[in-house]
């Protein structure tokens, strides 16, 4: 429909309102991260840094363990990710192609967990991952992450398989092929871009995650990035603005990378998902 | 949602593509196991254990055993007036969050349902708060909420609309101000489905809608939002509930304070187990949270159920 002239006037300024909100608190991050320490003081601040550095980042590492924490969150998060899809995927193949009990209930919790109270469920998991020694320990957390993960993955993939056309299993069945193998053979190499999707989306997940990771890890050695940023906030609620930003900007740049190559694929998925619900 | 995919499975018909409510086979359970096994551990298992936990006087770190006490913490929330405050402050939260997020980006949505110029942008930027981690949002809008050294303050200093304040220490500021990050947080993800659902409506529709000589707002209503309302409920609802659950944004920005003004239920029992160690009793806060969001998400669902049966 071709608007009025006043009418697209007014949509461009509602866009520019829009960009304005979504972008001005993030262009304030990073102005505050290349800040340097003297006009941090300055009781009138500026957008644009005025003599920009990279000082608060090298202090940033000097006052938290930034690289191991940032090691901590990889390999929980690269871990969490290949386990889950390893896991989901001949499960998300059952649930889309053969309709049982079991698929039912499987595609009921999928709906359900997104509902969980995660407090519920910590206060167990706290008791039952200490009576196993695995308080404190990534491998711990990277259990808790791959199931936390599992009902999004499975919602992803029940999709991309059902997208995979029928026939070409069909096909595979009358030449003899057992599930497994029609799996393997016919269905996976046609559900990669699917696969790695969703194992970027498990990825970012657990790479942000917060929550469990606060209250599964205790000492600082194995703490994950999001657990040691808030660190740099003292316990009154006073900061070293210029570290803050700078650590809470390169935490940040992994999941902006993943999430710009897969956004549309998520958008996808979530779609499909709310409308078949 | 669960219930369409039981009913279709009720419904037997001969010559059905797929027979329902088969008994799943040995090779089934080979490739569902990997993932049913760990979910039955670690997801159904402690919530099934959590649930039996707020029947008891379960701490951590207590030496003698744990007691059942039977609906004693229950007893105790119904008199504890933090707990309720907490609720009420969930509920303030979950709709002051969901309800203008939703509208802004329906709003958006349309925008960029437009063929406008720099939408790319518009589409571009929704990526930033959306996949940035909880912990990092919180922490940037500390530093534009920030008293001296923050964005918004020197903005209204430069307007002339006053000194500023510490919006996040303030006790009538903290909520509102920690309701506008939860809004800014998800309002890319609600507009990106809503603009998916806009995508998917039929354009002939709105041709002939428009050939028809209705209006926009007529269009809207006739064609636009029948189309974009089963997305739109679902959405909303997931959006309430994430929200009502929520902890860690408002961990970082506020921690609860001031004064538990922004103390959400999730962070009320994560204090008292994690704090005071009184799992029992927040177990029992997390049970009753449970059973608010079941009766919500099942009054939702009756009304869907009805909206479809209208059509």
């Known amino acids: 429909m071709r608007a009025g002239r006043p009418a697209r006037a007014g949509q461009y300024l509602a866009l520019l309102a829009y960009l304005v909100f979504l972008a001005f608190p993030f262009l304030w991050l990073i102005s505050t991260a290349f800040k340097s320490p003297r006009e941090l003081g300055d009781l009138h601040p500026t957008w644009i840094p005025q003599d920009p550095g990279l000082d608060n980042f090298r202090q940033a590492f000097e006052e938290q363990p930034l690289l191991e924490a940032a090691g901590n969150s990889l390999i929980a998060a690269l871990s969490a990710a290949l386990i889950a899809v390893v896991v989901a995927t001949p499960m998300a193949f059952v649930m889309a192609r053969h309709r049982s009990r079991l698929t039912t209930a499987a595609t009921g919790w999928v709906v359900v967990s997104q509902a969980f109270p995660f407090v519920l469920v910590i206060i167990p998991l706290f008791l039952i991952l200490k009576n196993l020694h695995l308080i404190n320990s990534l491998p711990g957390l990277i259990m808790v992450y791959v199931v936390w993960s599992l009902p999004f993955a499975l919602w992803m993939l029940v999709g991309y398989v059902r997208a995979v056309p029928r026939e070409l299993e069909e096909a595979a069945a009358v030449d003899g092929a057992g599930r497994l193998r029609t799996l393997v053979s016919v269905t996976a190499p046609l559900l990669m871009p699917g696969l790695i999707a969703t194992a970027l989306f498990a990825f970012i997940t657990a790479w942000n995650e917060f929550f469990f990771a606060l209250v599964l890890l205790k000492s600082p050695e194995k703490q994950t990035l999001p657990v040691i940023l808030t660190h740099f906030i003292g316990a009154e609620g006073a900061a070293d603005l210029g570290p803050l930003a700078a650590a809470a900007f390169l935490a940040t740049l992994p999941s902006l990378v993943i999430f710009a190559i897969i956004q549309k694929r998520i958008t996808g998925g979530m779609l499909a998902g709310a409308v078949k619900s | ?311």
């Open chain 2, 1 to 311: 949602m669960t219930l369409a995919t039981s009913k279709g499975q009720s419904a037997k018909k001969p010559g059905q593509r797929e027979p329902g409510g088969r008994k799943p086979d040995f090779g089934t359970w080979f490739l569902v196991l990997p993932a049913l096994i760990p979910i039955l551990i670690l997801s159904v298992g402690p919530l099934l254990y959590g649930i039996a936990l707020a029947f008891t006087d379960s701490q951590s770190g207590r030496t003698a055993p744990t007691q059942w006490t039977g609906t004693l913490n229950f007893a105790d929330l119904l008199h504890d007036t933090l707990f309720w405050d907490s609720f009420r402050i969930g509920l303030l939260w979950a709709v002051g969050v969901t309800v203008p997020q939703f509208l802004l980006a329906l709003g958006l949505a349309l925008l960029l349902n437009q063929n406008l110029r720099f939408r790319w942008l518009a589409r571009a930027l929704a990526i930033v708060p959306w996949a940035m981690p909880e912990v990092v949002v919180g922490i940037m809008w500390r530093l534009v909420y920030n008293p001296d050294a923050g964005i918004l303050n020197e903005t209204l200093r430069t307007l002339g609309l006053g000194e500023g304040r510490d919006w996040l220490t303030g006790l009538a500021t903290a909520l509102p101000a920690v309701i506008l990050v939860g809004i800014w947080a998800g309002m890319p993800q609600t507009t990106v489905a809503l603009l998916a659902g806009l995508q998917n409506t039929p354009h002939e529709l709105h041709e002939a809608a428009a050939l028809d000589g209705a209006g926009a707002w007529r269009r809207f209503r006739a064609v636009t939002w029948p189309a974009l309302k089963p997305i739109a409920l679902s959405i909303t609802a997931l959006n309430f509930i994430w929200n009502f659950n929520s902890f860690a944004l408002v961990y970082v920005l506020t921690s609860g304070g001031p004064g538990g003004r922004t103390r959400l239920p999730m962070l009320f029992a994560y204090e008292q187990a994690f704090r005071y160690g009184q799992f029992g009793y927040a177990a029992a806060m997390g049970c009753v949270m449970v059973a608010a969001i079941s009766v919500l998400l099942a009054v939702f669902l009756a009304g869907r159920l009805k909206g479809g049966a209208d059509k």
